[in-house]
C-alpha cells in the first residue's frame, strides 16, 4: 500500500508509455516528464506568489489579498490575465533580438536544471552521473539573461543594474559550489540521486541527512545564504529592488515578458532549494525513521515550502545591503568560511566512528521498493 | 554573536506573524466596505444647515447674517439674503437665505464657520462617502442639500446638541418671560386710568436674540 | 567644504544656467553622470527633487530642488484673518498639525499680550509630546522603508501611529488636520473618557519601542548601512543653523523645550538625548530615546491637568486686532525649530507673516552631508534629515 502511493505517479507514466508503440516510447517518455515538471512547478510559482504575499501581509499586521476568490486563491489568475494583456512596450532603441530572447534565455536554464533535481523514490527525470556539474553549468546561464536584459534595453540606468546584478551573482556563485563541494567530497559522487541514496537510513529515531553534520550544517547555512543572493532575494535585492535611482535591469520590460522574468527568478529559487534539499536534507527521505510510510515527493515538497517559508520570512525582515557591502561579505567571509567548511569535511572524513560519526558512503538498505529505477532510455 | 541582531528582528517577526492569527491588536485591518469604523462623536467632515421640527424651510435656524461667509478661510460659502422675513424658533420674524451654498470641493473642514455662528444653525456633519461623478458643480451644496434636520444633529453629536439645546431653550424661555412681562406691563399701563402717564416700557425693539455673541 | 574634490570641477558658483554642467572628465576618463532624483520618486518623502551629478558611483555635486508644492501660504496670511490662518498652519507639516497651531499661538499670544490659562497649558503640551511620538515613530518607519526593509517597520509604527490619530480625532475633531489650539488656549475641552484612552495608549507604547528596538536596532545590515553614513561635524551644524535632532545627533545641546521654557516644559523632568557621530544611526538612535522621553513627559502630564477655563477670556474670535508690533513665536516641533515671525499693523490681517521652517533649514546642508557617497545613501541621508515638504515649500 505505501510502495504503491509513494510510486504512484511513477506507475502511471509506465502506464502511458506502454501504451505507445515501441519505437516511440523515449520520447514519450521524456515529454511526459517534461510536462510534468513544467506543470508541477508552474503551479507552485503561482501558489508562491499569494503565499508570499499573503505571508508579507501577516508579518505586517495586514491581511494579504483577499478580495479575488476564497482567501484570494484566485489572485495569480488575475495576476496573469493582467501580464497577457498588458501593452508589449520595447524601446525605439532597443535591440530587438536580445531583448526578445533575454526572458528566455531566464527561463528555460531554471526549468532545464530541475530536470537532475529528485523529486521523489525513482523520480528524476534524468539521472545523470554528473548531475551536480550539470546544475550548476546550467544555472549560470541565468546570468546571462539577466546581462541581456539590461544591455539590450539601451538605457543607461538599467545597465548599470544589470552589472551589479552579474557582478553579485557571479560572486555568490564561489561560496555556492564551493560549499556543494563538500557533500561532493563526502559522498564520493556528482549524481544527485546517489547524493540523495548517501542519505537515506537512520541512527535511532535520527535521519542520516548531512544536515546533522558540523560541516553539513554549516554549509547549509552558507549555501542558503548564496542561494538567496543567487535568487537576488531580499536582503540582496539591489539589482531588481533598487528603489534608490533605478527599477533594476528589467525596467524596460513589460506585459508578458514581465511575467516571464518575474517566473524565470521564481522557477530559479525553487530549482536552487530543491538542489539544498538534495544536498543536505536528504532529498525525499523522512526526517525521523518512524515516519517513513509518508510518500517520498510529499516529503521533498513539503521540505521546499519549510525553504520558500524561510526565505518569506527573511525578505519580510531585513533591509536591503549596499552594493559594496554585498561583495565584502561574499569574497571576504563567506568565501574564507566555505574553505575552512572544505578543510573541516576532510577531517570528519578520516575520524574514526564515534557519536556523531556515521559513514555516508556505506549504502544502507533502502527501506522498500522493487518498482525497476525509471531511466531515460537513450 | 554574529548575526544576534538578524535573529532577533526575525523573532519579532515571527512574533507578529503568528500573533496575527490569535491576537486582534496585531491584525488591525477593518474590511471597508463591509466594516466600518464607527465615527468619534466629536468628529468633522463638512459643514450642514441645521432646521427644527420637520420643515426644512420654515425650522432653519440660519438668518443669513453672513458672518460664516466673512470668517470663512477659503470663502468656500456663498449666502443671498431674502428680502422677506420668515419666523424663528422664538417668533420673531428674521430674515433667511435665499441661497446658501458651500463648494465643498474648496470647504478644508476648519469648522470656524460653526464656531462664529451666532445662531447654532450650521454644524459639522460626519458622513464621509459624498463622492459624486458630476464634476460641474457636483460638489457644490445647496441650501436643499445642505439642510438636515436637529434630530440627526442630536443623532451625530449628542453633547455638543444637548448643550445647544440647552442654550435655546435657556433663550426661549428667557424671551418668553420677557414677552410676558412686556405684555403684563403693557396690560397694565392700558388698564392704570391716569391719561397722562406714558406707557411703561416702551415696546421692545427687536433684538437679534444673542446666543453665544462674542461680537 | 569641497576640499576633497580637485580643481577641475568647478562647483563654487551657483551656474547661471543650470542646464550647462560641466563635462570635464575626472579620473579615468569617463563623463560625469547627471542624475534627476525626480519629483515623482518612492523615497524622496514628497515632491522633491535632486540633481545629483555622479562620478561612477560617488556624488559629486548634488542640488535640491523644491517649490513643487508652494502654496502662497504666507501671502494668504496677509489676507486673511488671525484666525483664518490658523487651519492653514495644519496643513504646513502636515504630520505635526498640533504643533504648528501651537507654535502659531504662541506668536500671536507675545503679539497681543494674551495668558493662557494652566488647564490649556497642560493640554498644549500633551498634545505636543503625543505628536512628538507619532511623528519620531512615522520616521524611523519611513527610514526603513527607504532602507529596502519592505515596509514591516512601517507597518508597525503607523500601528501605534493610528492609536494617537484616534486619540486626535476624539479631542480635535479631525486627524490630521487639527486647527485646535487658540490665542490664548484651546478650542475645546476634553471629552469624557478622553484622559482614560490617553492614559491607555501612553502605557502601551514603551512596549511598541521595545519590540522596534528589538527588531531594528541590533541589525547588523542596518548598522553596516548607517554607521559612518552622512556625518554631520558639530560646526557646520551650528554655522548652518539646523536645529532639532539632526543638531543633537552632532552632539550640541540645545532643545528649545529647555532653552526657552516656553509653556510649562520647566515643571516636567526629562533628558535630552545626545549623539556622539552626528551620522544617520545617531539620527535613527536619537529619535527612539526622544521617543521614550516624550512618554516620561506625558506620563508626568497626563494625571496633573488641573481644571479650569480652557481659554483666556480676554481673547476674541471675531474682530482680533492686536496691537502695531512684532513678534517671533517659536518651539521644538518634532523637526526642528518652528518659528512664527508676525508684524501687526492694528488691522485684523497681519502685515508679515513668515514661517521658518525646520525642514527647509535642515535640508540646506544636504549636499555637504552626501559628498563622495554612494547613490544608495543619499536616498538614506535624506531620509534622516526628516523633510516633510508641506514645509519645505509652504
Known amino acids: 500500500m505505501d510502495e504503491t502511493l509513494d510510486q504512484l505517479f511513477v506507475w502511471l507514466k509506465h502506464l502511458l508509455v506502454a501504451i505507445v508503440p515501441a519505437a516511440w516510447q523515449p520520447l514519450v517518455s521524456a515529454l511526459i516528464s517534461v ?88 523520480m528524476v527525470a534524468v539521472d545523470l552521473d554528473a548531475g551536480l556539474l ?68 537512520y541512527s535511532g529515531v535520527l535521519p542520516h541527512w548531512f544536515l546533522l553534520t558540523p560541516w553539513g550544517f554549516a554549509g547549509f547555512i552558507l549555501f542558503m545564504i548564496s542561494a538567496t543572493a543567487e535568487s537576488n532575494r531580499s536582503p540582496f535585492d539591489l539589482p531588481e529592488g533598487e528603489s534608490e535611482i533605478i527599477a533594476g535591469y528589467y525596467i524596460e520590460y513589460s506585459g508578458f515578458k514581465f511575467a516571464l522574468f518575474f517566473l524565470g527568478e521564481y522557477i530559479g529559487m525553487f530549482a536552487i532549494c530543491g538542489l539544498g534539499i538534495t544536498l543536505f536534507l536528504g532529498g525525499w527521505t523522512a526526517p525521523l525513521s518512524f515516519l517513513t510510510w509518508v510518500p517520498s515527493y510529499v516529503w521533498f515538497f513539503s521540505k521546499l515550502f519549510a525553504l520558500i517559508a524561510l526565505l518569506i520570512w527573511v525578505r519580510g525582515t531585513l533591509p536591503r545591503l549596499r552594493m559594496d557591502q554585498l561583495m565584502n561579505f561574499a569574497w571576504k567571509f563567506m568565501l574564507p568560511m566555505a574553505l575552512i567548511n572544505i578543510v573541516t569535511t576532510g577531517v570528519w572524513h578520516f575520524m574514526p566512528p564515534g557519536l556523531v560519526r556515521w559513514r555516508p558512503f556505506r549504502r544502507q538498505k533502502l527501506v522498500q521498493t522493487d518498482i525497476s529505477v525509471c531511466r531515460l532510455i537513450p | 554573536m554574529l548575526g544576534e541582531g538578524i535573529l532577533k528582528g526575525m523573532a519579532e517577526t515571527a512574533r507578529n506573524f503568528i500573533g496575527s492569527y490569535v491576537k486582534e491588536d496585531r491584525l488591525t485591518t477593518v474590511q471597508y466596505p463591509e ?21 426644512p424651510h420654515a425650522g432653519m435656524r440660519c438668518v443669513a447674517c453672513q458672518i460664516c461667509e466673512k470668517e470663512c478661510p477659503p470663502q468656500c460659502i456663498y449666502i ?67 439642510a438636515k434636520s436637529a434630530d440627526y444633529y442630536r443623532k451625530i453629536h449628542p453633547t455638543e446638541a444637548a448643550e445647544v439645546d440647552g442654550k435655546l431653550n435657556a433663550e426661549k424661555v428667557k424671551a418668553e418671560a420677557k414677552a410676558k412681562a412686556d405684555a403684563e406691563a403693557k396690560a397694565k399701563a392700558a388698564a392704570a386710568p391716569k391719561p397722562a402717564a406714558a406707557p411703561a416700557s416702551p415696546p421692545a425693539p427687536p433684538a437679534p436674540a444673542p446666543a453665544a455673541a462674542a461680537i | 567644504m569641497n576640499a576633497t574634490l580637485d580643481n577641475t ?9 543650470y542646464e550647462v554642467l560641466p563635462k570635464e572628465s575626472s579620473a579615468g576618463g569617463t563623463d560625469l553622470l547627471e542624475v534627476a532624483m525626480g519629483p515623482h520618486h518612492p523615497s524622496t518623502h514628497g515632491v522633491f527633487r535632486m540633481d545629483v551629478v555622479l562620478d561612477g558611483e560617488r556624488v ?33 507639516d502636515y504630520f505635526c498639525s498640533l504643533t504648528n497651531n501651537w507654535a502659531y499661538a504662541l506668536a500671536v499670544e507675545k503679539l497681543a499680550g494674551l495668558q493662557v490659562p494652566e488647564r490649556a497649558e497642560y493640554i498644549r503640551v500633551i498634545t505636543a509630546e503625543l505628536t512628538r511620538l507619532q511623528n519620531h515613530a512615522s520616521l524611523v518607519g519611513f527610514l526603513m522603508q527607504d532602507m529596502g526593509a519592505l515596509g514591516t517597520p512601517l507597518m508597525y509604527a503607523f500601528r501605534e501611529r493610528e492609536k494617537i490619530l484616534d486619540l486626535f480625532e476624539s479631542l480635535t475633531g479631525a486627524r490630521m488636520m487639527c486647527n485646535y489650539m487658540r490665542f490664548g488656549g484651546c478650542r475645546v475641552d476634553l471629552p ?83 549623539g556622539d557621530h552626528g551620522d544617520v544611526y545617531d539620527r535613527y538612535m536619537l529619535r527612539v530615546l526622544e521617543m521614550r522621553e516624550s512618554v516620561k513627559i506625558l506620563e508626568q502630564a497626563l494625571p496633573a491637568i488641573p481644571v479650569g477655563p480652557i481659554v483666556d477670556p480676554k481673547a476674541k474670535i471675531r474682530g482680533f486686532r492686536p496691537k502695531v508690533g512684532e513678534a517671533y513665536g517659536r518651539i521644538e516641533a518634532p523637526k526642528g525649530e518652528l518659528g512664527f515671525y508676525l508684524i501687526s499693523d492694528g488691522t485684523p490681517n497681519p502685515y508679515r507673516y513668515r514661517v521658518r521652517p525646520p525642514s527647509l533649514i535642515n535640508l540646506t546642508i544636504l549636499e555637504d552631508m552626501c559628498l563622495g557617497r554612494v547613490i544608495a545613501d543619499v536616498v538614506i541621508i535624506l531620509g534622516s534629515v526628516d523633510i516633510v515638504l508641506g514645509e519645505v515649500d509652504r
Open chain 3, 9 to 17: 570641477i568647478q562647483i563654487a558658483e551657483p551656474p547661471k544656467n
Open chain 1, 35 to 122: 510536462a510534468a515538471i513544467i506543470l508541477t512547478f508552474a503551479g507552485l510559482f503561482a501558489l508562491t506568489t499569494i503565499l508570499e504575499r499573503k505571508g508579507l501581509g501577516r508579518i505586517q499586521n495586514r491581511y494579504g489579498p483577499n478580495r479575488v476568490g476564497p482567501y484570494g486563491i484566485l489572485q495569480p489568475v488575475a495576476d496573469g490575465l493582467k501580464a497577457m494583456t498588458k501593452e508589449d512596450i520595447v524601446p525605439r532603441a532597443a535591440d530587438k533580438v536580445v531583448h526578445f530572447l533575454a526572458p528566455l534565455a531566464l527561463v528555460l536554464p531554471a526549468f532545464l536544471v530541475l530536470a537532475v533535481v529528485p523529486v521523489g523514490r525513482n
Open chain 2, 80 to 146: 443671498t439674503k431674502s428680502k422677506d422675513r420668515k419666523p424663528d424658533y422664538i417668533g420673531k420674524p428674521q430674515f433667511y437665505p435665499s441661497v446658501f451654498d458651500i463648494d465643498i470641493s474648496v470647504c478644508m473642514s476648519c469648522q470656524i464657520c460653526v464656531e462664529v455662528c451666532p445662531f447654532e444653525a450650521i454644524k459639522m456633519d460626519t458622513d464621509y462617502e459624498l463622492s459624486t461623478d458630476n464634476r460641474f458643480g457636483g460638489l457644490l451644496l445647496d441650501k436643499n442639500k445642505l
Open chain 3, 192 to 274: 469624557e473618557g478622553w484622559l482614560e484612552q490617553a492614559n491607555k495608549v501612553v502605557a502601551e507604547f514603551p512596549r511598541f519601542v521595545d519590540e522596534f528596538e528589538n527588531l531594528i536596532s541590533g541589525n547588523e545590515i542596518l548598522m553596516a548601512r548607517t554607521q559612518g553614513v552622512g556625518v554631520l561635524p558639530k560646526e557646520l551644524a551650528i554655522n548652518a543653523s539646523i536645529t532639532g535632532p539632526m543638531l543633537r545627533a552632532s552632539g550640541v545641546n540645545y532643545d528649545i523645550r529647555k532653552v526657552d521654557k516656553y509653556g510649562i516644559y520647566d515643571r516636567f523632568k526629562f533628558r535630552v538625548p545626545l
Open chain 2, 35 to 55: 466594516e466600518r469604523l464607527p465615527q468619534k462623536e466629536a468628529a468633522r467632515n463638512f459643514p450642514f444647515l441645521v432646521f427644527d421640527g420637520n420643515d
Open chain 1, 134 to 201: 550539470f546544475f550548476f553549468a546550467v544555472g549560470a546561464a541565468t546570468e546571462l539573461a539577466v546581462f541581456m536584459a539590461g544591455w539590450s534595453s539601451r538605457n543607461k540606468y538599467s545597465l548599470l543594474g544589470a552589472m551589479r546584478a552579474v557582478a553579485q551573482m557571479i560572486s555568490y556563485e564561489v561560496p555556492l559550489i564551493l560549499s556543494a563541494v563538500t557533500v561532493i567530497m563526502a559522498v564520493g559522487s556528482l549524481s544527485t540521486v546517489k547524493i540523495v541514496e548517501a542519505q537515506t537510513g
Open chain 3, 60 to 92: 559629486v555635486k548634488l542640488k535640491p530642488v523644491f517649490g513643487y508644492l508652494h502654496r502662497n501660504h504666507e501671502k494668504i496670511a496677509e489676507n486673511t484673518t488671525y484666525l483664518g490662518s490658523m487651519p492653514y498652519t495644519d496643513r504646513l
